[in-house]
Structure formats: structure tokens, C-alpha cells
């Protein structure tokens, strides 16, 4: 009679084969990371929710005198560095830096600008505007940054005034409070036929 324990020594290997679990068709390697996205399609979908990047549209976009050309502060305004919020924080030299590598980059007639035909020949090269790390480059007014970055984010159409208690939403409404008071103060300085605080304190009756 034969010992069954080297026989099942032999075969232990081809039942651990057939009772392994077969690979879970449901379950797939993690999809590859996203492909990073230059400056300008970050610029528009952080800025104006436009998730494609069409050069002629993108150009028209910030053309913000329609005179078919970028000027030094239509490029610093895209880039977001003409906001208030960067007066003492982004040096002149900086800005002067960001100016000059787009003008030496598209300005094939030297004349000091960029015409939407030497942006559109830029792109068609391969190129795309530079990422200088200043941000996505918040250009709006104070109205439009709080709706874009702020309301749409964490508040929608069905937000009451009693639910708007973030910090920027205080500090939203305290400007709107002040820009308020001081239109009032200027209709009743308007309605008065003379301004008295215009008047010399020398031509003033002592006691008015």
C-alpha cells in the first residue's frame, strides 16, 4: 500500500495552482496620472471656466481694448499683476521680466507688441505661454473674483444672505457696505449748491 504523504507532497503544488482566485476582470491599474496642463488652460478654466484652449479665442479673450494687439498691461493683466493685491507684493523688476520674455517670444516685427497673427504663429510652433509661478492670473474685478472663486465654489443659487457667512463673504459684503455709504454722502453733497468742505476754512463765518 503507498504512503499518501509524498503523493500528496507532489500534487500540493497543482491544487494550490487550481484553487488560486483568478484575477477579478472589475479590478484595473489606477489610470495614469493626468497629463499637466500648461499656464493658459489653467488660466481659463480657473478664471473664466473654459475647459479647451483655442489660441484666436484665448487671444480676443484678453484683448481688453479689442485693438487686435497685447500691450505691456493687457499681458500683465492676464497674468494677474495688475490687481490691487499685488501693488507691494510683485516688484516692478518682475514685472518688467514677465513682460520682456513675451515680448522676445512673439514680437517678430519688434514694434513693441504682440498682434494676435504673431501669437497665433507662437502657439502653431509649440509653444505656450510661460508659467512665471505668480498664479493662475486672476484679472477680474472684486465682483467677478468673489463670484468665481469664492460663490460658485461654496455657495450656489439657492444660498439665502443668512447662509453667506465664509470670511470673504463678510468682507465681500462690508465693501459693498462702503461703496454704498459713499455714494449716499455724494448725492447729498451733490443736492447742496455749495460744498462747503471745498471752501477755504479762511472764508468760513466763525461758528458755521
Not at 58 to 82: A, I, M, P, Q
Request: hydrophobic letters at 30%.
Amino acid at each position: 500500500m503507498l504512503n499518501p504523504t509524498p503523493l500528496l507532497l507532489l500534487l500540493l503544488p497543482l491544487l494550490t495552482l487550481t484553487t488560486a482566485q483568478p484575477p477579478n476582470p472589475n479590478t484595473s491599474d489606477p489610470p495614469p496620472p493626468e497629463t499637466s496642463k500648461t499656464w493658459a488652460e489653467q488660466h481659463l478654466e480657473q478664471e473664466h471656466h473654459i475647459n479647451n484652449f483655442d489660441p484666436g479665442a484665448f487671444f480676443t479673450l484678453h484683448d481688453f481694448d479689442s485693438s487686435n494687439t497685447w500691450t505691456r498691461d493687457e499681458v500683465l493683466r492676464f497674468y494677474g499683476l495688475s490687481q490691487p493685491d499685488t501693488i507691494n507684493t510683485i516688484s516692478e523688476e518682475t514685472k518688467s521680466h514677465v513682460w520682456r520674455t513675451i515680448l522676445d517670444s512673439m514680437d517678430e516685427d519688434r514694434n513693441g507688441e504682440i498682434s494676435m497673427e504673431e501669437f497665433l504663429k507662437f502657439c502653431r510652433g509649440g509653444n505656450t505661454l510661460p508659467d512665471f509661478g505668480l498664479g493662475p492670473g486672476h484679472h477680474g474685478d472684486d465682483e467677478y473674483e468673489y463670484e468665481i472663486h469664492h460663490f460658485e465654489k461654496f455657495h450656489n443659487e439657492d444660498t439665502t444672505e443668512e447662509e453667506l457667512t465664509h470670511p470673504e463673504d463678510i468682507e465681500h459684503f462690508r465693501k459693498h457696505d462702503q461703496e454704498h455709504e459713499a455714494e449716499e454722502r455724494q448725492i447729498v453733497l451733490d443736492m447742496k449748491p455749495i460744498i462747503e468742505q471745498n471752501i477755504p476754512r479762511k472764508f468760513l463765518v466763525d461758528g458755521v
